[in-house]
């Protein structure tokens, strides 16, 4: 294990009817004006924007709103939102869906006290020294940037991350009464999403993590199952919630703790998603499957342990590699048990733009992306091969 700080200062207020606290928490972090990011007309229909409304209007706070959030979000947007948060003095943003509206409302938190182009955080070109304060209402379990301190922002064929602990939200409002009627695809999304997240850590070279490698298992195991549910029963309030609780769980950075995560599988996907607009769970299923192939002729460790503890591979009966093959075939398994498309021909992609992607994902073959095995261009594009 390597040493480590951890914080996470969001506070979690879970459960039904748990929206109705927003007024107090607009009041606690006194707030004067407030900016609601959110997509489309869902959460009229939920109740969420009259609850939040109404709160401004008790509290006297002037009430600025953009329906205008879309998947793989745009710095465009961030920036037309960065210019009403500094016309009406906006001090604090509440985000309400997944993980492109928090994403966004956490750019544009960037954005607001700065007097520079907010696309400079996320190309690595400015620090902040401050930023407005974010706070999020859930309705859509997956990216976990509800209580993460990550944002990922698109630019044209430039889809890139900022990581900071200031724009981790004040607090993550999850009542899972607001999943209940997700369509089946974005739910299936979310659960590939999550158990991402869990397997990007997961594959790690840190040793002596016991307690995060059963951690990791063990929420490993929950996603598995409840997913499962709810593929049975969408209305499954109960996997709803487990669901809801395992999409922050799984990312805000308990499980990081004295280890080394990957992420190279996730960085491969974003210049999928980024170059083909497909959506990043689906994305992240069919990269995952891949991977875990390429990573068994190479090193396989770690694989061939989740594979004996998740799926009960006995040791015994074969080797390391053969292990983890297995698990690439399981966790392909349950993608497609998901509903989810596997490989890039079914998406209609082909090879196309595959040194393309390769260059931006390494900046031109000057850095490796990922830790586990640290990927170049050449192991990159034999990866996505391996998805076609």
Request: aromatic residues 8%; hydrophobic residues 40%.
């Amino acid at each position: 294990m390597i040493n480590f700080q951890y914080k996470n200062p969001s506070k979690i207020i879970f459960g039904q009817d748990s929206e109705k606290e927003i007024e107090n928490l607009l009041k606690e972090y006194h707030v004067n004006s407030l900016l609601l990011i959110y997509s489309g007309d869902f959460i009229k229909e939920l109740g969420i924007w009259d609850t939040v409304k109404q709160a401004c209007s008790n509290l006297n706070i002037t009430f600025n709103e953009s329906a205008n959030v879309v998947p793989n979000p745009k710095i465009e947007l961030v920036r037309e939102l960065v210019n009403i948060g500094k016309q009406h003095e906006v001090d604090f943003i509440l985000a309400v869906g997944g993980g492109s509206a928090i994403d966004t409302a956490k750019a544009v938190s960037l954005g607001i006290p700065y007097d520079g182009d907010a696309w400079d955080f996320f190309a690595g070109k400015a620090l902040p020294e401050t930023s407005v304060a974010v706070g999020v209402i859930t309705t859509l379990p997956s990216s976990g940037s509800e209580t993460s301190n990550a944002a990922i922002i698109s630019n044209d064929l430039s889809k890139l991350g900022f990581e900071d602990d200031m724009i981790i939200p004040k607090f993550a409002i999850m009542n899972p009464k607001f999943t209940l009627t997700l369509p089946k695809y974005q739910t299936s999304c979310g659960c590939a999403d999550i158990l991402s997240h869990l397997l990007e850590r997961y594959f790690s070279d840190t040793l002596h993590v016991d307690t995060t490698d059963y951690m990791i298992e063990g929420a490993i195991k929950a996603v598995l199952l409840n997913s499962q549910r709810l593929m049975t029963n969408p209305r499954n309030i109960d996997a709803r919630s487990e669901i809801q609780w395992l999409a922050s769980i799984a990312h805000n950075g308990i499980l990081d703790t004295g280890r080394v995560s990957d992420w190279g599988s996730h960085r491969i996907e974003h210049e999928i998603s980024a170059q083909y607009g497909i959506t990043h769970g689906e994305g992240m299923a069919v990269v995952f499957v891949a991977w875990c192939k390429y990573i068994a002729n190479e090193k396989p460790e770690k694989l061939a342990q989740l594979a004996n503890r998740i799926y009960g591979v006995d040791y015994q009966n074969y080797t390391a590699q053969e292990m983890a093959l297995i698990l690439a075939d399981k966790l392909k398994e349950f993608f497609r048990s998901l509903g989810l498309k596997t490989t890039l021909g079914e998406l209609g992609i082909s090879a196309t733009h595959f040194e393309l992607m390769a260059n931006r994902a390494t900046n031109n073959d000057t850095q490796t992306v990922g830790h586990y095995i640290p990927l170049d261009n050449s192991r990159i594009i034999e990866i996505l091969n391996l998805a076609l």
